[in-house]
């Protein structure tokens, strides 16, 4: 195999990631207006602090930490903007 298929698979690869995560992300948003806040927000909170516990497992630097947890205080932000609306 050459450089170029290697880089063309790759490619491929990364590809296909974005596709799933895509697909991912557009079967969470039905999901999310489907059921209640009370049903999914828990849920969604188990996600963040597993990926904050995993970002902490594999010592990751104090800036990349910080970054994870203002996401995560962002997306908590924006669900709670969120519940408020729908009231």
Same mark, same amino acid.
């Given at each position: 195999?050459?450089?170029?298929?290697?880089?063309?698979?790759?490619?491929?690869?990364?590809?296909?990631?974005?596709?799933?995560?895509?697909?991912?992300?557009?079967?969470?948003?039905?999901?999310?207006?489907?059921?209640?806040?009370?049903?999914?927000?828990?849920?969604?909170?188990?996600? !963040?602090?597993?990926?904050?516990?995993?970002?902490?497992? !594999?010592?990751?630097?104090?800036?990349?930490?910080?970054?994870?947890?203002?996401?995560?205080?962002?997306?908590?932000?924006?669900?709670?903007?969120?519940?408020?609306?729908?009231?």
């Amino acid at each position: 195999m050459s450089d170029s298929n290697a880089h063309e698979c790759l490619d491929a690869k990364h590809e296909r990631n974005r596709e799933q995560r895509i697909e991912g992300i557009k079967r969470w948003v039905e999901y999310i207006e489907s059921e209640p806040p009370e049903t999914w927000g828990p849920q969604q909170n188990a996600v !963040v602090n597993d990926q904050l516990d995993a970002a902490q497992s !594999v010592q990751t630097s104090v800036a990349h930490q910080q970054h994870v947890t203002d996401v995560a205080a962002e997306i908590l932000e924006a669900s709670d903007e969120s519940d408020d609306d729908s009231e």
